[in-house]
């Protein structure tokens, strides 16, 4: 394997067209990861983009919060993602977004603030399975290491790199069955949305 493919740049992996539409934001890694010709992502998704005058950089309307995904050089999927949302139904905004990047064999998990505490679901849409899963531990990557049973202990002396490398491989192993929904389904069964907004001086 060439040095160039090792150590991956983000054009080379599924994650170029969405750092070309300026989609991958606030990073706390966006870097090769330890593996070999794998890149690694920890940040913001944006979604929706607010209408820009001029030049003016506006934050995106809506976005995916608490990203974490890897992708590997020379495919054009995204085997691993996960992240925080506050409602179920942008769901649809992740899928549409990430488009040909998902693939049927990947793991998605997204952790929404609007679903009942005590329920976990698995969405199909459009040809990849999403796991649908409520925020308890106030941060994706704390829920993930209960998901995935890693030992927080053992994390906390390595690289942001290999933190996610050691999170991607056991979420893509991950095969525990949650109830069966449609997104329809979904929409219906997701509790109200707290608005972040509010309380907030206008």
């Not at 966006?30 to 607010?50: C, M, Q, V």
């Not at 603030?113 to 329920?119: E, P, T, V």
Request: charged share 25%; hydrophobic share 40%.
């Amino acid at each position: 394997m060439s040095a160039v493919t090792d150590k991956p740049t983000i054009d080379q992996t599924a994650f170029g067209p969405l750092e070309a539409q300026k989609r991958l934001q606030n990073p706390v890694l966006k870097a090769p990861t330890g593996k070999p010709g794998r890149f690694g992502f920890r940040g913001e998704l944006a979604l929706r983009f607010s209408t820009q005058m001029a030049d003016e950089a506006r934050p995106p309307e809506l976005t995916c919060d608490q990203v974490m995904a890897i992708a590997q050089a020379g495919e054009k999927t995204i085997p691993f993602l996960a992240g925080y949302l506050l409602s179920f139904e942008h769901l649809k905004d992740v899928a549409e977004v990430l488009g040909t990047a998902l693939t049927a064999g990947g793991k998605y998990f997204l952790f929404c603030n609007n679903i009942d505490l005590s329920k976990k679901y698995q969405v199909p849409y459009k040809g990849a399975m999403f796991y649908v899963l409520p925020i308890d531990e106030a941060t994706v990557y704390n829920e993930l290491l209960e998901l995935l049973y890693l030992d927080r202990n053992e994390l906390k002396r390595m690289d942001t790199g290999t933190k996610l490398d050691v999170i991607a491989e056991a979420a893509m192993k991950f095969d525990i069955t949650f109830d069966m929904i449609t997104y329809s389904e979904g929409l219906e069964l997701m509790g109200p949305v707290r608005n972040p907004n509010e309380n907030r001086p206008v």
